[in-house]
């Protein structure tokens, strides 16, 4: 079968994350304009693409390679460096960024180290920037691991990253 | 499904909810969400399980109440003698034993609730926002019940497809995604163009920063989104519609997707709609994060699976669109106005605002404002009426300074325009643009060249690279504006980035480019002051002027 043989070398045979990103490229009829989907679903998948990912949808959807890394790296949302642990997306919105948003991105590579778009060195907080969560009513806005907090200041946002990685150690 | 069986599940639907006696509903848009509300919900669930209320009290999930701010919102219908509604704000899981002890007595909460009776909800008029806050997002049955798919069963059983671009034409609708293009003219194109397939795409690539009315749209109201797109569809022929959503929006995409798939099963989508031999198809393309995907053009390759670049016009979109067919793109606020339009007729929606902008308009208010959220306004209002009486003005004691509307292609209001009506004309005039409908208010404590440089460093990072004006341009402009910021410019240096405004403008392939420098322009012509206080005089012997506090 053309999947099976297209299988980057080196992936493992049941790993369950090509399933779904094999599921997600046959739910579009592996249409070669399903291409930004198919990455979407890659990433969701495996966190990040890398080259592996991004060779199977390329020879899964018959689309050069170059193609596949040409819309991979135009679109912000697609990362192509691993994130660590825990992330931490600080919204620069004009509402946010009025509000304080570079207070909080300071203050977060005051405390962890981390400046924007980079992960830490012990691979526990990655820090992104984003456009617009549209939580402009909440502003300043971040999302930590998929939640939303809002009006936060600098110190509470340091003490809310805290909680999170706390949060991870005591539940296994 | 045909007419008569959706009329039906409305009436009984209608009957179920006035079966309860009292309806409590949650704000589950992601702007409470992330306030607690889904814990607020649960939390009255359990409480009416917990004392036996089941066939009493319902507790609904419903979409955007509008002020922001102060969610968890709840609202709390009473119909023990008179009917009346209270809205409680920053409601907390603890208040729910509280809010369901208070529902017999028929007594409020004074400390949680938040008196409607203020400008912030008397000025406004609600049409596109008509069902948020009151409509299950999650529930074919409930949007029914709230008379929705009435305006489509008109349109395809008494309407032709030509009466229906009349309808548009006559409302006056122009296109609320920025350029405030007339919507009736665009349908009727694309409904002449010749192709023997047609698309119709929903523009949910909001990318302004500061603007999120289609985000509540689309939250809130999903089912009336796909109807103004099946309306549409029918109106120029399409048979496939996309929504080109930002993946920014999860829970956007989750309810979309979850009512495309309820409507599907109901056929007010797919094949045969309502017992007629008309087919629409809705599918859901998410974006990836490139702000130039607004322009349409962009917006279109992205959908086709390529990277988002525009391409020079003509041939427009109506004429060679998606994969080369006739498209029509309106963006979501514009499809949700026309179920409106179709049930109440052309006439009476041309009858709210002013002469040449018609219809009511949804702003994103943000930014230092005593109320951020989302209002809904006829056009024409006054700015001062917006920020001060709906708004609630400038918190702690500031001074208002600016407001920016249109994101990164629009410009900065100053106060001397304060009683200036909004509407497209009045705001072309004072050089910003309507745009999707963010408005930001800024204080003295903002400094206008730091937010020139702050939209111009968006637009750079956010140019596609296709045409050198832009590409190149923007990098200029910001390093000048760095340059100006840092007290380092020159007179030449500001007379450049003048220069390079115009040309900019002028030469860039799509409106990314072109709009670029809106806000270094507008707030050059208000504010030009703050740029000058920051320039290096000549003879100077380089020392530099003390820096001025700056505070974004």
């Given at each position: 079968?053309q999947?099976?043989?297209?299988?980057?070398?080196?992936?493992?045979?049941?790993?369950?994350?090509?399933?779904?990103?094999?599921?997600?490229?046959?739910?579009?009829?592996?249409?070669?304009?399903a291409?930004?989907?198919?990455?979407?679903?890659?990433?969701?998948?495996?966190?990040?693409?890398?080259?592996?990912?991004?060779?199977?949808?390329?020879?899964?959807?018959?689309?050069p390679?170059?193609?596949?890394?040409?819309?991979?790296?135009?679109?912000?949302?697609?990362?192509?460096?691993?994130?660590g642990?825990?992330?931490?997306?600080?919204?620069?919105?004009?509402?946010?960024?009025?509000?304080?948003?570079?207070?909080?991105?300071?203050?977060?590579?005051?405390?962890?180290?981390?400046?924007?778009?980079?992960?830490?060195?012990?691979?526990?907080?990655?820090?992104?920037?984003?456009?617009?969560?549209?939580?402009?009513?909440?502003?300043?806005?971040?999302?930590?691991?998929?939640?939303?907090?809002?009006?936060?200041?600098?110190?509470?946002?340091?003490?809310?990253?805290?909680?999170?990685?706390?949060?991870?150690?005591?539940?296994? | 499904?045909?007419?008569?069986?959706?009329?039906?599940?409305?009436?009984?639907?209608?009957?179920?909810?006035?079966?309860?006696?009292?309806?409590?509903?949650?704000?589950?848009?992601?702007?409470?969400?992330?306030?607690?509300?889904?814990?607020?919900?649960?939390?009255?669930?359990?409480?009416?399980?917990?004392?036996?209320?089941?066939?009493?009290?319902?507790?609904?999930?419903?979409?955007?109440?509008?002020?922001?701010?102060?969610?968890?919102?709840?609202?709390?219908?009473?119909?023990?003698?008179?009917?009346?509604?209270?809205?409680?704000?920053?409601?907390t899981?603890?208040?729910?034993?509280?809010?369901?002890?208070?529902?017999?007595?028929?007594?409020?909460?004074?400390?949680?609730?938040?008196?409607?009776?203020?400008?912030f909800?008397?000025?406004?008029?609600?049409?596109?926002?008509?069902?948020?806050?009151?409509?299950?997002?999650?529930?074919?049955?409930?949007?029914?019940?709230?008379?929705?798919?009435?305006?489509?069963?008109?349109?395809?059983?008494?309407?032709?497809?030509?009466?229906?671009?009349?309808?548009?034409?006559?409302?006056?609708?122009?296109?609320?995604?920025?350029?405030?293009?007339?919507?009736?003219?665009?349908?009727?194109?694309?409904?002449?163009a010749?192709?023997?397939?047609?698309?119709?795409?929903?523009?949910?690539?909001?990318?302004?920063?500061g603007?999120?009315?289609?985000?509540?749209?689309?939250?809130?109201?999903?089912?009336?989104?796909?109807?103004?797109?099946?309306?549409?569809?029918?109106?120029?022929?399409?048979?496939?519609?996309?929504?080109?959503?930002?993946?920014?929006?999860?829970?956007?995409?989750?309810?979309?997707?979850?009512?495309i798939?309820?409507?599907e099963?109901?056929?007010t989508?797919?094949?045969?709609?309502?017992?007629?031999?008309?087919?629409?198809?809705?599918?859901?393309?998410?974006?990836?994060?490139?702000?130039?995907?607004?322009?349409?053009?962009?917006?279109?390759?992205s959908?086709?699976?390529?990277?988002?670049?525009?391409?020079?016009?003509?041939?427009?979109?109506?004429?060679s669109?998606?994969?080369?067919?006739?498209?029509?793109?309106?963006?979501?606020?514009?499809?949700?106005?026309?179920?409106?339009?179709?049930?109440?007729g052309?006439?009476?929606?041309?009858?709210?605002?002013?002469?040449?902008?018609?219809?009511?308009?949804?702003?994103?208010?943000?930014?230092?404002?005593?109320?951020?959220?989302?209002?809904?306004?006829?056009?024409?209002?006054?700015?001062?009426?917006?920020?001060?009486?709906?708004?609630?003005?400038?918190?702690?004691?500031?001074?208002?300074?600016?407001?920016?509307?249109?994101?990164?292609?629009?410009?900065?209001?100053?106060?001397?325009?304060?009683?200036?009506?909004?509407?497209?004309?009045?705001?072309?005039?004072?050089?910003?643009?309507?745009?999707s409908?963010?408005?930001?208010?800024?204080?003295?404590?903002?400094?206008?060249?730091?937010?020139?440089?702050?939209?111009?460093?968006?637009?750079?990072?956010?140019?596609?690279?296709?045409?050198?004006?832009?590409?190149?341009?923007?990098?200029?402009?910001?390093?000048?504006?760095?340059?100006?910021?840092?007290?380092?410019?020159?007179?030449?240096d500001?007379?450049?980035?003048?220069?390079?405004?115009?040309?900019?403008?002028?030469?860039?392939l799509?409106g990314?480019?072109q709009?670029?420098?809106n806000p270094?322009v507008?707030?050059?012509?208000y504010?030009?002051d703050?740029?000058?206080?920051?320039l290096?005089?000549?003879?100077?012997?380089?020392?530099?002027?003390?820096?001025?506090?700056?505070?974004?």
């Amino acid at each position: 079968m053309q999947t099976e043989a297209n299988k980057p070398a080196g992936a493992p045979p049941n790993d369950p994350r090509w399933k779904l990103l094999d599921a997600a490229m046959r739910r579009n009829g592996r249409k070669q304009n399903a291409l930004i989907e198919s990455l979407h679903a890659a990433q969701e998948a495996f966190g990040f693409l890398d080259e592996d990912s991004m060779r199977y949808v390329a020879a899964n959807l018959r689309v050069p390679l170059s193609k596949v890394y040409g819309v991979a790296t135009f679109y912000h949302f697609f990362t192509l460096k691993p994130q660590g642990e825990h992330s931490c997306v600080v919204c620069t919105g004009t509402a946010c960024y009025i509000k304080g948003a570079p207070n909080l991105l300071a203050s977060l590579e005051e405390h962890f180290g981390v400046t924007a778009g980079e992960t830490s060195k012990d691979g526990k907080l990655s820090v992104l920037t984003a456009r617009c969560f549209g939580c402009c009513g909440l502003a300043p806005a971040v999302v930590i691991d998929g939640d939303v907090s809002g009006k936060l200041t600098s110190a509470g946002l340091v003490e809310k990253i805290h909680e999170c990685m706390k949060g991870e150690v005591a539940v296994p | 499904m045909n007419p008569e069986e959706l009329r039906k599940i409305a009436i009984t639907q209608k009957e179920s909810n006035a079966q309860y006696k009292h309806q409590i509903c949650v704000c589950t848009a992601a702007g409470c969400v992330s306030s607690g509300a889904d814990k607020v919900k649960d939390a009255l669930n359990a409480g009416v399980k917990k004392l036996g209320l089941e066939s009493t009290v319902q507790v609904k999930g419903v979409g955007c109440m509008g002020p922001c701010s102060a969610g968890p919102l709840v609202r709390v219908k009473v119909r023990v003698e008179s009917e009346g509604e209270i809205l409680y704000k920053e409601v907390t899981p603890e208040n729910a034993t509280e809010i369901l002890a208070s529902l017999d007595t028929g007594k409020k909460i004074d400390k949680l609730e938040y008196n409607t009776d203020v400008p912030f909800f008397t000025r406004q008029k609600k049409v596109v926002l008509e069902n948020a806050g009151y409509v299950d997002p999650d529930s074919f049955v409930d949007y029914i019940g709230h008379d929705g798919y009435e305006a489509m069963i008109k349109a395809y059983t008494e309407m032709a497809p030509q009466d229906v671009i009349e309808e548009v034409i006559k409302s006056g609708l122009r296109g609320r995604g920025g350029g405030g293009y007339p919507t009736g003219l665009k349908w009727s194109t694309v409904a002449k163009a010749r192709g023997t397939r047609k698309f119709v795409i929903c523009n949910a690539d909001e990318g302004d920063p500061g603007a999120f009315m289609d985000r509540a749209v689309a939250e809130s109201d999903p089912y009336r989104l796909l109807e103004g797109m099946a309306i549409a569809a029918y109106a120029i022929g399409a048979d496939t519609g996309y929504i080109y959503l930002r993946a920014e929006y999860p829970l956007a995409v989750k309810r979309l997707r979850a009512a495309i798939r309820q409507a599907e099963r109901h056929q007010t989508l797919g094949n045969g709609i309502c017992g007629t031999t008309f087919n629409f198809r809705v599918e859901i393309r998410l974006g990836a994060g490139a702000f130039v995907c607004g322009e349409e053009t962009a917006l279109i390759a992205s959908i086709e699976g390529n990277r988002g670049q525009p391409r020079p016009r003509p041939p427009y979109p109506a004429a060679s669109g998606l994969w080369g067919f006739p498209t029509l793109i309106n963006n979501v606020e514009t499809l949700a106005n026309i179920p409106y339009i179709v049930r109440e007729g052309g006439d009476a929606y041309g009858s709210i605002g002013t002469e040449k902008s018609k219809g009511t308009k949804v702003f994103a208010l943000a930014g230092k404002v005593e109320n951020t959220g989302l209002i809904e306004v006829p056009m024409g209002t006054l700015l001062k009426e917006i920020i001060f009486d709906i708004g609630g003005g400038i918190p702690d004691g500031g001074k208002f300074k600016a407001v920016q509307t249109g994101g990164p292609s629009g410009g900065c209001i100053p106060d001397q325009f304060l009683d200036m009506p909004v509407d497209y004309e009045s705001l072309a005039k004072a050089g910003s643009i309507m745009g999707s409908g963010g408005m930001i208010v800024m204080d003295d404590t903002s400094s206008m060249v730091d937010i020139a440089k702050f939209f111009m460093e968006f637009c750079m990072t956010e140019s596609c690279g296709k045409c050198v004006p832009c590409r190149v341009g923007t990098v200029q402009m910001h390093n000048l504006l760095e340059k100006i910021a840092n007290n380092e410019a020159t007179e030449d240096d500001l007379a450049l980035l003048q220069e390079l405004c115009d040309m900019v403008k002028n030469t860039s392939l799509c409106g990314l480019g072109q709009t670029a420098p809106n806000p270094v322009v507008s707030t050059l012509r208000y504010f030009r002051d703050e740029y000058e206080s920051r320039l290096v005089r000549k003879g100077d012997n380089g020392s530099k002027p003390q820096p001025e506090e700056v505070k974004a």
